[in-house]
């Protein structure tokens, strides 16, 4: 990309206001932390509800961005950069995407469906990529914002584009179609996911159908809706002439007419009439999903004319796609992320800029790559680009592997090259790993997975995995409840409520909270320990914590006299000054605080007090989420109103002041003061079921099959003989048990996991390391994934029918479960 800055004003409909139009823009960026930013980046400050990349400007300028798509220009910074100003980025994102792409002439394959876009995607990129230089959108980028990244990425080699659409509601397709123009249209299955967001079916279709506006040729399923929705399309976007290019199981009136299916152990075999001709084909899946996505691809295969021999040949190499880049813990303090099953040039730039936002403070950066395929570029210019990528992210070492990236060694500095795979194997225990963060990328063919196995660290096969994601998604949603300039703090405690302490405060930090919360000393020094540099208050500080809590620049809550007295002499001793703390009212939940009848006193030692400064003031409710006990919170508020504003009138002070934590926020919005505590609520659980609709889930505790085995009538399962198999019996063991934070009362058929989107009831008791879970209905096998939480069983029905609250639930699973993040 080479575009004139100044030419892109009038594309923008925007406002100038800078100092340099000729600058040559050749990089877009919204990611402020990307270490791939400088001078030639067009940077677009997307201001979603609270998440206002326009806070980052100064940042980014003290780094050398120099221009700036802008919906304001932050104060004082007008004469500092270049500024387009517009009405809406993210809009004038989309028509930049929507301008660039109309610089470029060649087949777009736009897809859409409900199900399997990202999985059709990649694999009509596997099954044409020996013959075109294909873009694609990388990963899942097909949202409002992802699909003008993907466009963006397009240069002037390629020549074919595959990219995917998602919408969740009306009105959206619309300008991702703007954006993609396809001339060859994949609709895939369209099924019943995300139908929140429409009226019903019909509406789902048409609209997104409308991606398919202008486009030749359309590739579907056929069947009666679509067809019914699609001659009304056809009426209303005239476009000759349009090629309606159908398959079906049912249908003999389908262009493709599969006439026979049949599933082997992993294989299907297929026969199907085109063009009054049969064929057969070998698809390398046996589930249903997996037969239908490759279907779509035929679709798209014949379309473009190959032969039958060729078809057959690429189709049976199909290969399981993994949608997302995976981090887990390594060896030698090291950690991985894992993008082991692809090398292209796009998706290794935003693979660097994964690893630049998940590198562990004092770790080294390292990158092993594979030879890259299919760019377009000759070979000379391709590894000149990744040296360039390389250094702009600041790899500390790159290894290479394959023969022609091992050509290029001299533009790696602090490289190491090998030919191929079991080279770099066979040399692994001298190239000493330790305390790195590692890349491992490479294309298919290098099985890079073995590299990953052998660098992994071995655990059991129980993993509570974290989606970042959803926990950004649900700390955007408590903060756009949230009166501007209200500060948050997100409650950490407890390893972030189970899910993982560090990280998620990583995150945080990257998300500009305001401050953390912890419950003891140790919590926060693990932060402060692990780079978080935000302020943490901790909520139950221990006198003979005072000192390390010093050391750590952490801030006690201060409860009682006792404690301030106690942390006064320490912070005399060390001659602090204005030292951070926060005084804790006691307003009727009874757990910790000042009462009413001690704030006289409380005055009296910090009148004057220059060694401490009350940074804020704070209460607890005990029933924020009881609307019976809504009058009692009414209380507790108007309490604190009153001993907190006695506090600040006395000592002349005017401190932060917060009571809200997750419920309250929800339920008592003119209470939010200067700031609020999130904490259940991050991690996606609302105590409101309504609320909880706009919540993602964030924690998965997964497990395996450890084994399968069938039992007759009349036999029993487990310690005690509790369950007894009334007929002919499949139970599957799983390696997870109390032990692990499972309660005993959860088993014996009261409990369920899942598998295979199935619901297995657990059957006999919870043992310490294990539980057994009845299978006769569900086709499963020894090593296959089982869900003990997330989506379904949910933490909130564990709850319920365990008595107790998710709270609870999160907390207990074992830190012996590996947490395994990822977005
Ligand atoms: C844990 C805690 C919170 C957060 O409560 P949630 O119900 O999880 O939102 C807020 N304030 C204090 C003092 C807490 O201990």
Redesign the pocket.
């Given at each position: 990309m080479s575009l004139n800055l100044k030419s892109l004003v009038s594309v923008l409909n925007a406002k100038w206001i800078g100092s340099n139009a000729d600058v040559l823009i050749d990089h877009i960026s919204i990611d402020s932390r990307s270490l791939q930013n400088g001078s030639q980046t067009l940077f677009f400050a997307l201001a979603g509800v609270n998440n206002d990349a326009h806070l980052f400007i100064p940042d980014l300028i003290e780094n050398g961005v120099q221009n700036f798509v802008v919906q304001y220009i932050p104060e004082g910074f007008a004469e500092r950069a270049n500024f387009l100003v517009v009405e809406n980025t993210l809009f004038a994102l989309q028509e930049f995407a929507a301008y660039y792409r109309n610089l470029f002439h060649f087949p777009v394959i736009g897809v859409t469906g409900s199900n399997g876009k990202t999985i059709v995607k990649e694999w009509l990129n596997f099954l044409l990529s020996p013959d075109y230089n294909i873009i694609r959108s990388p990963k899942s980028y097909n949202s409002q914002v992802g699909v003008p990244l993907s466009v963006i990425a397009i240069n002037e080699k390629h020549n074919l584009g595959i990219f995917e659409a998602g919408i969740s509601t009306v009105n959206e397709m619309a300008k991702l179609e703007k954006i993609i123009k396809p001339n060859i249209g994949v609709l895939t299955n369209i099924g019943s996911a995300h139908d929140e967001g429409f009226l019903n079916l019909v509406q789902k279709i048409d609209e997104k159908l409308l991606l398919f506006k202008d486009c030749p040729i359309i590739i579907y399923q056929k069947n009666e809706v679509v067809d019914s929705c699609l001659s009304q399309f056809a009426a209303e976007y005239m476009h000759h002439p349009r090629k309606l290019f159908s398959w079906s199981f049912q249908d003999k009136t389908a262009d493709v007419f599969i006439e026979k299916r049949e599933h082997k152990s992993d294989h299907t075999f297929i026969q199907y009439q085109y063009k009054n001709q049969v064929f057969n084909l070998e698809i390398p899946f046996n589930d249903s999903a997996s037969v239908e996505n490759a279907i779509s691809c035929l679709l798209v295969l014949l379309n473009f004319n190959y032969d039958q021999e060729t078809i057959q040949n690429r189709i049976e190499k199909l290969y399981p796609v993994r949608m997302r880049l995976e981090v887990k813990n390594g060896i030698n303090n090291c950690s991985i992320i894992d993008d082991s099953y692809s090398s292209d040039f796009q998706s290794l730039k935003i693979a660097l800029d994964f690893l630049e936002s998940q590198k562990k403070k004092g770790a080294s950066k390292t990158v092993i790559l594979s030879d890259i395929f299919q760019s377009g570029f000759t070979n000379e210019e391709l590894y000149s680009k990744v040296a360039q990528l390389i250094s702009d992210n600041k790899i500390n070492r790159v290894i290479g592997i394959g023969p022609t990236i091992s050509s290029f060694e001299a533009k790696f500095p602090n490289s190491t090259m090998f030919e191929n795979t079991a080279d770099f194997i066979a040399e692994i225990d001298n190239l000493n790993f330790n305390n790195e963060t590692i890349l491992i990328k490479g294309a298919r063919s290098f099985q890079f997975e073995e590299i990953v196995s052998l660098l992994e660290e071995k655990t059991h096969e129980t993993v509570l995995e974290i989606n970042l994601d959803a926990i950004t998604h649900n700390f955007n949603y408590y903060k756009s409840k949230l009166a501007p300039n209200v500060k948050m703090m997100v409650?950490v405690?407890a390893f972030g409520?189970g899910n993982g302490g560090l990280e998620i405060a990583k995150l945080l930090e990257h998300h500009k909270v305001d401050y953390l919360?912890v419950?003891f000393a140790d919590e926060g020094i693990a932060l402060k320990n692990g780079g978080i540099k935000l302020p943490i208050m901790v909520?139950n500080p221990e006198s003979t914590s005072f000192p390390s809590i010093i050391q750590y620049q952490l801030e006690p809550e201060i409860y009682s006299l006792k404690g301030l007295n106690a942390f006064l002499k320490i912070a005399r001793e060390k001659n602090l000054k204005d030292y951070p703390i926060h005084i804790k009212m006691d307003t009727g939940m009874h757990r910790l605080g000042f009462e009413n009848n001690t704030i006289d006193e409380l005055i009296a030692t910090l009148k004057g007090n220059s060694t401490v400064r009350v940074q804020t003031i704070?209460s607890?409710l005990a029933t924020s989420d009881e609307p019976k006990h809504f009058d009692f919170v009414r209380k507790q508020i108007a309490l604190f109103e009153k001993l907190s504003s006695k506090l600040m009138a006395e000592l002349n002070i005017n401190p932060i002041r917060h009571i809200l934590?997750?419920?309250g926020i929800s339920n008592f919005s003119d209470a939010q003061y200067s700031m609020v505590?999130?904490?259940?609520?991050l991690y996606g659980v609302s105590n409101d079921p309504l609320e909880q609709k706009y919540l993602e889930n964030v924690g998965t505790l997964k497990s395996i099959i450890s084994q399968v085995r069938t039992i007759p009538a009349g036999d029993s399962v487990g310690y005690g003989r509790r369950f007894m198999a009334e007929k002919e019996t499949k139970i599957a063991t799983i390696p997870i048990g109390y032990a692990d934070g499972i309660a005993r009362l959860w088993g014996n058929e009261v409990g369920f996991v899942t598998i295979k989107n199935q619901k297995a009831k657990i059957v006999g008791s919870v043992c310490m390391d294990m539980l057994m879970v009845n299978v006769t209905d569900i086709d499963c096998k020894e090593g296959d994934s089982v869900i003990i939480f997330g989506e379904s069983p949910t933490v909130i029905e564990m709850a319920v029918a365990l008595k107790t609250i998710p709270?609870e639930i999160m907390t207990s699973i074992s830190q012996r479960v590996k947490r395994v993040f990822f977005r």
């Amino acid at each position: 990309m080479s575009l004139n800055l100044k030419s892109l004003v009038s594309v923008l409909n925007a406002k100038w206001i800078g100092s340099n139009a000729d600058v040559l823009i050749d990089h877009i960026s919204i990611d402020s932390r990307s270490l791939q930013n400088g001078s030639q980046t067009l940077f677009f400050a997307l201001a979603g509800v609270n998440n206002d990349a326009h806070l980052f400007i100064p940042d980014l300028i003290e780094n050398g961005v120099q221009n700036f798509v802008v919906q304001y220009i932050p104060e004082g910074f007008a004469e500092r950069a270049n500024f387009l100003v517009v009405e809406n980025t993210l809009f004038a994102l989309q028509e930049f995407a929507a301008y660039y792409r109309n610089l470029f002439h060649f087949p777009v394959i736009g897809v859409t469906g409900s199900n399997g876009k990202t999985i059709v995607k990649e694999w009509l990129n596997f099954l044409l990529s020996p013959d075109y230089n294909i873009i694609r959108s990388p990963k899942s980028y097909n949202s409002q914002v992802g699909v003008p990244l993907s466009v963006i990425a397009i240069n002037e080699k390629h020549n074919l584009g595959i990219f995917e659409a998602g919408i969740s509601t009306v009105n959206e397709m619309a300008k991702l179609e703007k954006i993609i123009k396809p001339n060859i249209g994949v609709l895939t299955n369209i099924g019943s996911a995300h139908d929140e967001g429409f009226l019903n079916l019909v509406q789902k279709i048409d609209e997104k159908l409308l991606l398919f506006k202008d486009c030749p040729i359309i590739i579907y399923q056929k069947n009666e809706v679509v067809d019914s929705c699609l001659s009304q399309f056809a009426a209303e976007y005239m476009h000759h002439p349009r090629k309606l290019f159908s398959w079906s199981f049912q249908d003999k009136t389908a262009d493709v007419f599969i006439e026979k299916r049949e599933h082997k152990s992993d294989h299907t075999f297929i026969q199907y009439q085109y063009k009054n001709q049969v064929f057969n084909l070998e698809i390398p899946f046996n589930d249903s999903a997996s037969v239908e996505n490759a279907i779509s691809c035929l679709l798209v295969l014949l379309n473009f004319n190959y032969d039958q021999e060729t078809i057959q040949n690429r189709i049976e190499k199909l290969y399981p796609v993994r949608m997302r880049l995976e981090v887990k813990n390594g060896i030698n303090n090291c950690s991985i992320i894992d993008d082991s099953y692809s090398s292209d040039f796009q998706s290794l730039k935003i693979a660097l800029d994964f690893l630049e936002s998940q590198k562990k403070k004092g770790a080294s950066k390292t990158v092993i790559l594979s030879d890259i395929f299919q760019s377009g570029f000759t070979n000379e210019e391709l590894y000149s680009k990744v040296a360039q990528l390389i250094s702009d992210n600041k790899i500390n070492r790159v290894i290479g592997i394959g023969p022609t990236i091992s050509s290029f060694e001299a533009k790696f500095p602090n490289s190491t090259m090998f030919e191929n795979t079991a080279d770099f194997i066979a040399e692994i225990d001298n190239l000493n790993f330790n305390n790195e963060t590692i890349l491992i990328k490479g294309a298919r063919s290098f099985q890079f997975e073995e590299i990953v196995s052998l660098l992994e660290e071995k655990t059991h096969e129980t993993v509570l995995e974290i989606n970042l994601d959803a926990i950004t998604h649900n700390f955007n949603y408590y903060k756009s409840k949230l009166a501007p300039n209200v500060k948050m703090m997100v409650m950490v405690k407890a390893f972030g409520y189970g899910n993982g302490g560090l990280e998620i405060a990583k995150l945080l930090e990257h998300h500009k909270v305001d401050y953390l919360g912890v419950a003891f000393a140790d919590e926060g020094i693990a932060l402060k320990n692990g780079g978080i540099k935000l302020p943490i208050m901790v909520l139950n500080p221990e006198s003979t914590s005072f000192p390390s809590i010093i050391q750590y620049q952490l801030e006690p809550e201060i409860y009682s006299l006792k404690g301030l007295n106690a942390f006064l002499k320490i912070a005399r001793e060390k001659n602090l000054k204005d030292y951070p703390i926060h005084i804790k009212m006691d307003t009727g939940m009874h757990r910790l605080g000042f009462e009413n009848n001690t704030i006289d006193e409380l005055i009296a030692t910090l009148k004057g007090n220059s060694t401490v400064r009350v940074q804020t003031i704070l209460s607890h409710l005990a029933t924020s989420d009881e609307p019976k006990h809504f009058d009692f919170v009414r209380k507790q508020i108007a309490l604190f109103e009153k001993l907190s504003s006695k506090l600040m009138a006395e000592l002349n002070i005017n401190p932060i002041r917060h009571i809200l934590n997750t419920s309250g926020i929800s339920n008592f919005s003119d209470a939010q003061y200067s700031m609020v505590r999130l904490g259940i609520g991050l991690y996606g659980v609302s105590n409101d079921p309504l609320e909880q609709k706009y919540l993602e889930n964030v924690g998965t505790l997964k497990s395996i099959i450890s084994q399968v085995r069938t039992i007759p009538a009349g036999d029993s399962v487990g310690y005690g003989r509790r369950f007894m198999a009334e007929k002919e019996t499949k139970i599957a063991t799983i390696p997870i048990g109390y032990a692990d934070g499972i309660a005993r009362l959860w088993g014996n058929e009261v409990g369920f996991v899942t598998i295979k989107n199935q619901k297995a009831k657990i059957v006999g008791s919870v043992c310490m390391d294990m539980l057994m879970v009845n299978v006769t209905d569900i086709d499963c096998k020894e090593g296959d994934s089982v869900i003990i939480f997330g989506e379904s069983p949910t933490v909130i029905e564990m709850a319920v029918a365990l008595k107790t609250i998710p709270y609870e639930i999160m907390t207990s699973i074992s830190q012996r479960v590996k947490r395994v993040f990822f977005r």
